[in-house]
Structures are given as C-alpha cells and as structure tokens.
C-alpha cells in the first residue's frame, strides 16, 4: 500500500521561501501524477500544482509566479518551493497521488505550515 | 476557471437517513469528477472517482451520478462514522478545483 509523507519546516517567516518534501513509501514514483494541495485553517482545499515522474510540471495560475514542484525518482521524493510568502500561505499542506483516473486517491497526513515573524 | 457549487454547505441528518449532496460546475466537465470525505484534522479520502466509481474499499452505502453538469453524492444509510465533511473536485482541466465543502452533522 502506498503510503506518502510530508515533511518540512513548521513556520516560514514572511517573505521567505517554504519548502517541502513528499517522501512516497510503498510503491515507485514512476509511471505517476504527483500533486500539491493546501487547506488555509477553518477553509477548503486548493491545488497546487502537480508533477509527472518525468519531470514535467503544471500549476495553478493563482500561484505559478511563486511555485516550483519538483521530483527526484532516486529518492521516491517529489518537493515544493513557495517563494516570497505572507499570512496568507498559513495551510495545512498536502502531497497526493493523482489515480485512479485524475482523482487524488492517496494523500499524506499534512502538514501545518505557519508564515510568521 | 471551472468554478464547483455545492449544496448545502452544511447539513443535519440522524443515523440511518439517507442523505444526497449536489455540486454543480460552472461547465461541461464530462465526468471528471471526485469525491472526498475528511474528517477533522485528517487528510481527505477519496470516496467516487470519475463521477459514480466506488474507490476501493469504501463502503457500498455511499454512491455517486451525474447529469449535464450536476453531480450528486448520496450516502444510502448513514452510519455514526460518516458525519464529517464532503468536497467535490473536477479534474477535467487545470486548475483542479474543488467545492467549498458540505459538513455533515449529528441531528
């Protein structure tokens, strides 16, 4: 069973770059979609962007100018880089598996990232 | 951007009710549709993929369909552990959305 993790810094100050890490157990990053999902405290969620195996990348345009997802099949790991944050990036942050289909059937456990002096 | 609706945004229901939930997308999005539980502190879990598929290992009770661009999740008998909260989400195009959630409570 594919298990994934995230890890990471707890708190980014303002103006800084978050950055991290889905480590995929389980199973081989090959062959997939991975994805990014953020839930701001007490909202929905939002994607983030995904990468295929490969390296080839999509993200959402709300954030492109800030977000770089990148993989490294060696590892089984796939990473985020958000750049320039504010309060407003204050989320739980997801990493995910896109399948079956295109729906995000396995996800990571989250973790709470807090922009703040 | 394809913008997902769905309705109630909460909702009261007692063990044994069935219970349906409707999202609707701002366009034609074929069926590309999930469905997700979370419950509190918890990552979400898949439920129905691809409009009205049964991820493996999620109880019968909880079904999915579609017509034009509405959807519809229904939970045929509620059970004690299905009071949380449901998104959907399209994966038709990019940027993947998701709506703003139905929590479900205890009547």
């Known amino acids: 069973q594919v298990q994934l993790q995230e890890s990471g810094p707890g708190l980014v100050k303002p103006s800084e770059t978050l950055s991290l890490t889905c480590t995929v157990s389980?199973?081989?990053?090959?062959?997939?979609?991975w994805s990014w999902i953020r839930q701001p405290p007490g909202t929905g969620l939002e994607w983030i962007g995904y990468?295929?195996?490969?390296?080839?990348?999509t993200y959402n345009p709300s954030l492109k100018s800030r977000v770089t997802i990148s993989v490294d099949t060696s590892k089984n790991q796939f990473s985020l880089k958000l750049s320039s944050v504010t309060a407003a990036d204050t989320a739980v942050y997801y990493c995910?598996?896109?399948?079956?289909?295109?729906?995000?059937?396995?996800w990571g456990q989250g973790t709470l990232v807090t922009v703040s002096s | 951007d394809i913008q997902m609706t769905q309705s109630p945004s909460s909702l009261s229901a007692s063990v044994g009710d069935r219970v349906t939930i409707t999202c609707r997308a701002s366009?034609?999005?074929?069926?590309?549709l999930n469905w997700y539980q979370q419950k509190p502190g918890k990552a979400p879990n898949l439920l129905i993929y691809a409009a009205s598929s049964l991820q493996s290992g999620v109880p019968s009770r909880f079904s999915g369909s579609a017509s034009g661009t509405d959807f519809t999740l229904t939970i045929s008998s509620l059970q004690p552990e299905d009071f949380a909260t449901y998104y959907c989400q399209q994966s038709y195009r990019t940027p993947y959305s998701f709506g703003q959630g139905t929590k479900l409570e205890i009547e």
């Open positions: 995910a598996r896109l399948s079956p289909e295109w729906s995000m059937g396995y």
């Open positions: 389980g199973g081989s990053i090959s062959g997939y979609y």
């Open positions: 990468i295929y195996y490969s390296g080839s990348t």
């Open positions: 366009q034609s999005i074929s069926s590309y």
